[in-house]
């Protein structure tokens, strides 16, 4: 037997919410969610929602059991309210639907939280458990939906400039950013592993060996942090760019014109100054104590829609690490600035290097350097950071025999989209800004993991857990 509801949704062509303004006086279909129902008796009142939009049906009795989020299917006529009925805070405010017929197409039950507001109030871990619920409240679809446009942008602008997407692997060899690994055991050759990438930085120096001069890629990179309210736990994505033939000037240069694009034209906020401030790390260190700071006054960060968009150069190349020893400011593939490198074996810590961070209201949102592309100070910078002459050539080998083939001189930056679009938001968190986060405590969006392996997937891997099951 065939559904009812399969012979009316093929009877008729759906119309969308936005369009109902348009076709005033005419019988249109509606398919969708109940936002909100009131309820006067004889009189329904049903608010609407599709992917476009709301709109207000009118109804009877036929609309009483209609509960709220259960996907319906009206059909009706489109009438123009009356002049002291308008709504004006909704886009359909002048309409409304006369509900000639209704369906329940999919009943919801009571949702676990609601989600009329931002929904901040509610506990992180619920609203995780329920994130395909979550997403449908209005700031997480506006959340994700301008993010989309983000990254429309980005490839608009950058693909006009010459530049080219590549995709880099994710199943590699570990790259270091400064953070642990997340690995992978191989099954094909067991007690070996894969890293997740904690960024594509190798990968994309070898594609300036391999000529594409001007490389972007939105990639998802990973990272075994601690948790951190700006960063998200494991996965992140960088908008990853990396050009040859160029100076740090050129970097800055059009990231500066891609962030300004961005701001004033896709999430239609202002940018504080033009160009961005640039202060040297010294400078910053001074004045800010630290290498991320606010430029707004007390007055400007009241007005959510200023960035104030900044830059850091001539960091050191490199810092002190925790344990006392010596570490890359950045990374290893930073190039230390000329008239500095006399100064590697005496007075490593007064070396200036070639890095530059991007920052927005108070976050760093980029960061990137010129790299060094002369195999030997590559290979000295190694030693240097505590790496023996067989380290070396295990993990970076294959990046010093790249650079004897002909090496363009090149640098880069990668933005954090994520950190960006909080900061540019205000949100209290990255989590707020991707579809399915993992918690900071490490647990993924709505399916359970990390979780238990069967048993013989382990042995199949040729892996035996040291730890007491739960
Ligand atoms: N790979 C660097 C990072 O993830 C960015 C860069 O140097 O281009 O921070």
């Known amino acids: 037997m065939r559904h009812r509801f399969e012979i009316s949704y093929v009877g008729m062509e759906r119309t969308l919410v936005r369009e109902t303004p348009s076709r005033v006086g005419e019988k249109v279909k509606l398919l969708g969610w109940v936002d909100a129902r009131r309820d006067h008796g004889k009189l329904v009142f049903i608010d609407l929602r599709d992917r476009s939009g709301k709109v207000q049906v009118v109804g009877g009795e036929e609309l009483s059991d209609f509960k709220n989020e259960s996907v319906v299917e009206i059909i009706?006529?489109?009438?123009k309210r009356p002049e002291k009925l308008v709504n004006p805070n909704i886009e359909t405010g002048e309409v409304e639907m006369a509900c000639e017929s209704a369906k329940i197409i999919s009943k919801a039950k009571d949702l676990p939280f609601s989600i009329d507001g931002d929904g901040l109030e509610i506990e992180e871990a619920t609203r995780l458990r329920y994130r395909y619920l979550d997403l449908r409240r209005d700031r997480m679809q506006r959340n994700i939906k301008?993010?989309?446009?983000?990254?429309?942008?980005?490839?608009?602008?950058?693909?006009?400039?010459?530049?080219?997407?590549?995709?880099?692997?994710?199943?590699s060899k570990a790259t270091p950013e400064g953070a642990r690994d997340f690995l992978v055991p191989s099954r094909l050759q067991k007690g070996k592993f894969y890293a997740l990438p904690q960024s594509p930085q190798q990968y994309k120096q070898l594609l300036m060996v391999a000529g594409f001069e001007r490389y972007f890629q939105i990639v998802r990179c990973f990272?075994?942090?601690?948790?951190?309210?700006?960063?998200?736990?494991?996965?992140?994505?960088?908008?990853?760019?990396?050009?040859?033939?160029?100076?740090?000037?050129?970097?800055?240069?059009?990231?500066?014109?891609?962030?300004?694009?961005?701001t004033e034209n896709v999430l239609g906020k202002k940018v504080l100054q033009k160009p961005f401030p640039r202060f040297t790390y010294e400078?910053?260190?001074?004045?800010?104590?630290?290498?991320?700071?606010?430029?707004?006054?007390?007055?400007?960060?009241?007005?959510?829609?200023?960035?104030?968009?900044?830059?850091?150069?001539?960091?050191p190349l490199f810092e002190q690490t925790p344990d006392r020893k010596l570490g890359p400011m950045h990374h290893p593939f930073t190039a230390p600035k000329d008239e500095d490198i006399p100064l590697l074996d005496t007075e490593p810590f007064k070396v200036r290097s070639w890095q530059h961070d991007l920052i927005c209201n108070g976050f760093e949102v980029g960061g990137g350097s010129v790299r060094i592309t002369n195999p030997e100070l590559q290979a000295k910078i190694f030693e240097i950071l505590g790496h023996t002459k067989e380290e070396i050539q295990e993990k970076f080998g294959h990046l010093l025999e790249a650079f004897q083939y002909g090496v363009p001189p090149h640098g880069g930056i990668a933005s954090g989209l994520d950190r960006f679009l909080m900061a540019a938001f205000g949100e209290p968190s990255v989590r707020e800004l991707i579809a399915f986060p993992t918690s900071a405590s490490g647990q993924t969006s709505v399916m359970d993991a990390p979780s238990q392996v069967d048993e013989h997937q382990l042995k199949e891997l040729g892996i035996k857990v040291d730890v007491k099951k739960k």
């Open 223 to 262: 990272r075994d942090e601690d948790p951190r309210a700006d960063r998200a736990y494991g996965e992140f994505t960088q908008l990853d760019m990396e050009m040859s033939f160029i100076t740090q000037k050129d970097i800055l240069r059009v990231t500066e014109e891609l962030f300004i694009e961005i």
């Open 76 to 79: 009706g006529e489109v009438k």
């Open 146 to 171: 301008v993010r989309s446009k983000v990254t429309e942008k980005i490839r608009s602008f950058l693909k006009a400039r010459d530049f080219v997407e590549i995709e880099t692997p994710i199943i």
């Open 283 to 315: 400078e910053v260190m001074k004045k800010f104590g630290a290498d991320k700071f606010d430029l707004r006054d007390e007055e400007q960060k009241k007005d959510p829609d200023l960035l104030a968009l900044a830059w850091v150069v001539d960091f």
